[in-house]
């Protein structure tokens, strides 16, 4: 279902900017632009990966690195997923190949996804004068409530949630979660996360900034970050795959009201599309295969034992 969406979603964008122009302005993108921006993408796994070490360090989790690694990667096949919500599955792998509780490791996804958001947040408000009222009040709301979201999560009304019957049988297993949750939810951790997110998404918002001026379709940088942030944040709010429809017409659009054509807004949003969540999605399947011949390592965390 993904694979068909996103074929439409990309002949869509392409009938749009007028399909023969579009594709003539893909093709004429010098090689050294395109390599500049997989290098800027792969910047974002990289920082992405340097936060989500930390925060397992942070935990104490004892992973080796080479399989830290892969299960960081194997990560972003889940790209395709709603609000990427599918990264859950590195905590199952981390439990597969070396036996760490879900329970333990699930604090540092959620984590990640939770400053994910406000680092794209606050790098779309940076450039807040640029962008259309409507979107200012959807990055402002997302704020307020991933904020909250985050306050609710380390609150006491949260642990009284494992107290209800209905989630009594797995009341050690949340515990144990929220405790991890608190300590990456510290401030001095807090900062570290949402700064080497911040750091992440500028190189993507960067990597669209070079895409354009490679078509001959440039703008100001700060308006190419804001963009980029501000189509990322709807394309999440829309819930579809990898931010499928949401991402691409809000980028679009917005790329219009800069300034650039039909055919430079179609044509580059079909190439930062590419080089972010396809690039991303083909490197979480290479990571996944490579992870399938390593063998079971015992970790020094003893599971949690569930509740009967």
């Given at each position: 279902m993904p694979?068909?969406?996103a074929v439409g979603v990309f002949v869509a964008l392409a009938g749009y900017g007028d399909f023969r122009g579009t594709v003539d302005e893909i093709g004429n993108l010098p090689v050294r632009y395109l390599f500049a921006a997989l290098g800027l993408a792969s910047v974002n796994y990289l920082l992405r990966f340097v936060r989500w070490a930390f925060y397992l360090s942070v935990l104490k989790i004892p992973v080796p690195a080479g399989v830290s690694v892969l299960v960081f990667l194997s990560g972003l096949a889940m790209s395709l997923t709603p609000g990427k919500?599918?990264?859950?599955?590195?905590?199952?792998?981390?439990?597969?190949?070396?036996?760490?509780?879900?329970s333990r490791s699930a604090p540092v996804v959620v984590m990640e996804r939770l400053t994910d958001v406000i680092a794209v947040i606050i790098l779309g408000?940076?450039?807040?004068?640029?962008?259309?009222?409507?979107?200012i009040a959807v990055l402002?709301?997302?704020?307020?409530?991933?904020?909250?979201?985050?306050?609710?999560?380390?609150?006491?009304?949260?642990?009284?949630?494992?107290g209800l019957p209905i989630l009594s049988r797995w009341s050690s297993l949340l515990r144990d979660s929220q405790e991890g949750f608190r300590e990456l939810a510290a401030p001095r951790v807090m900062a570290?996360?949402?700064?080497?997110?911040?750091?992440?998404?500028?190189?993507?918002?960067?990597?669209?900034w070079v895409i354009l001026k490679g078509i001959g379709s440039e703008i100001d940088l700060a308006r190419a970050l804001s963009i980029y942030a501000a189509a990322t944040l709807v394309g999440?709010?829309?819930?579809?795959?990898?931010?499928?429809?949401?991402?691409?017409?809000?980028?679009?659009?917005?790329?219009?009201?800069?300034?650039?054509?039909?055919?430079?807004?179609s044509a580059g949003t079909v190439l930062v599309r590419l080089v972010t969540l396809w690039f991303a999605v083909a490197v979480g399947l290479a990571a996944l295969l490579a992870l399938r011949r390593v063998p079971k390592i015992e970790s020094e965390l003893s599971p949690v034992p569930e509740e009967s």
């Open positions: 694979a068909v969406l919500a599918g990264e859950l599955v590195k905590c199952y792998l981390l439990n597969s190949r070396t036996g760490v509780p879900i408000l940076t450039g807040f004068a640029l962008l259309p009222a409507p979107i402002a709301v997302a704020l307020v409530v991933s904020v909250a979201g985050l306050v609710f999560g380390v609150s006491r009304w949260a642990s009284r949630l494992a570290v996360g949402v700064a080497a997110g911040a750091a992440a998404w500028f190189a993507e918002g960067l990597a669209l999440a709010l829309t819930a579809l795959p990898g931010g499928l429809v949401g991402t691409e017409g809000s980028m679009l659009a917005l790329l219009q009201q800069s300034g650039v054509t039909r055919v430079g807004a």
